[in-house]
């Protein structure tokens, strides 16, 4: 089953989510976080009420290809988007945190 081949990324997310964002709500993930969200909302993929057949999480926003809670998924730095996982080019891409931390600090200067 494929939620327990990606048990260390849903729990990633939700680390990220529920544990790190809760308590420092200027971590710099934020941002990136965000702008996953807002691609995956104007997805043809997104499906906002978690009314497909692969969702676990019925009735919580979520991508339609892979079925997961789009919340924990785009919190979850090193997950990338699942148009990856079918050979298609992904919207969005993984991120290590430094790779993230340099981004976030040109971007300041842009
Ligand atoms: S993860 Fe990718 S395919 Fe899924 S809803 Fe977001 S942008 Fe679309």
Same mark, same amino acid.
């Not at 989510?17 to 809760?22: A, L």
């Not at 924990?72 to 997950?79: D, N, Q, V, W, Y």
């Given at each position: 089953?494929?939620?327990?081949k990606? $048990?260390?990324?849903? #729990?990633?997310?939700?680390?990220?989510?529920?544990? =790190? +964002?809760? +308590?420092?709500?200027?971590?710099w993930?934020?941002n *990136?976080? $965000?702008?996953?969200?807002?691609i995956c909302q104007?997805c043809?993929?997104?499906?906002?009420h978690?009314f497909?057949? #692969? =969702? =676990?999480l019925?009735? *919580?926003?979520? &991508?339609? #290809?892979?079925? &997961?809670?789009i919340n924990?998924?785009?919190?979850? *730095?090193? &997950?990338h988007?699942?148009?990856?996982?079918?050979? $298609?080019?992904?919207?969005w891409?993984?991120?290590?945190?430094?790779?993230?931390r340099v981004?976030?600090q040109?971007?300041?200067? #842009?």
């Open positions: 089953m494929s939620i327990w990606n $048990k260390w990324k849903i #729990l990633e997310g939700i680390w990220y989510n529920h544990v =790190v +964002f809760f +308590f420092n709500k200027k971590h993930a934020i *990136l976080v $965000k702008h996953r969200r807002a104007e043809p993929h997104f499906d906002k978690g497909s057949e #692969l =969702v =676990v019925k009735g *919580l926003p979520a &991508c339609g #290809l892979c079925g &997961c809670n924990e998924k785009t919190a979850c *730095l090193s &997950c988007c699942s148009l990856k996982d079918e050979g $298609k080019a992904p919207k891409e993984a991120t290590t945190e430094k790779q993230a981004e976030n040109i971007q300041k200067y #842009l």
